[in-house]
């Protein structure tokens, strides 16, 4: 085997290894169905535009508490550093901070626009996590999340793209829970293999 193939190889091992252990990103996407309720209520209500916008905005910065409960829920430690992987999914996270400006601008400029905008940003984040998990999902819901709250924005209100937005998470945690199953099994046949190619080997010599 070349050393581009070995490379390959461990690399493919480390990111099927954290796709388990943080089970697909599960717990920061179950708080971020959460969030994107309350601010679905905040929207529903009869409260000025800026006060929802503040709302909302105050519920994206406890996205990370929230995927803390949600991780221990879960058993899952989304701070783990024992794979190398762990600081890439922190920049994948943290790149939808470079469209904050944007979203801050939209909330003073357009204040009814700026749910909307906000939604876009944040399911375009999702695309690195296609390559880190593994996972068609947020490939996917990377293209279709953007594009439908621009949809419901425009046609259907700011409370709609809220709502869309609970509905988008609820959807990509089912998949990413049978996508956690799938990525498990074929995680537990690997380890199964290399111990018996390991064996085998020993018993050679």
Known sequence: MSEKETGKKVLNRLKIEFAVKQKKGLPFIMASALLWAIMLAAFLTGLDTGVKNIIAMCCSAL?????????????????GRENPLSGLSVVAALNQLLYLPVVIWAMYAVPDRMIMI?????????????????????????????????????YAGQAAVCAGFVAFDIIICILLCLEYRQAKRYLEGMTGREQESTGENENAF
């Open 63 to 79: 996205l990370v508490p929230a995927g803390m409960l949600f991780g221990k829920i879960t058993k899952v430690d989304i701070f």
């Open 118 to 154: 906000y939604a876009a940003v944040v399911g375009a984040h999702f695309l690195p996590y296609y390559w880190i998990y593994f996972s068609p999902t947020y490939f996917y819901a990377s293209i279709i999340i953007p594009v439908l709250s621009l949809i419901l924005g425009i």
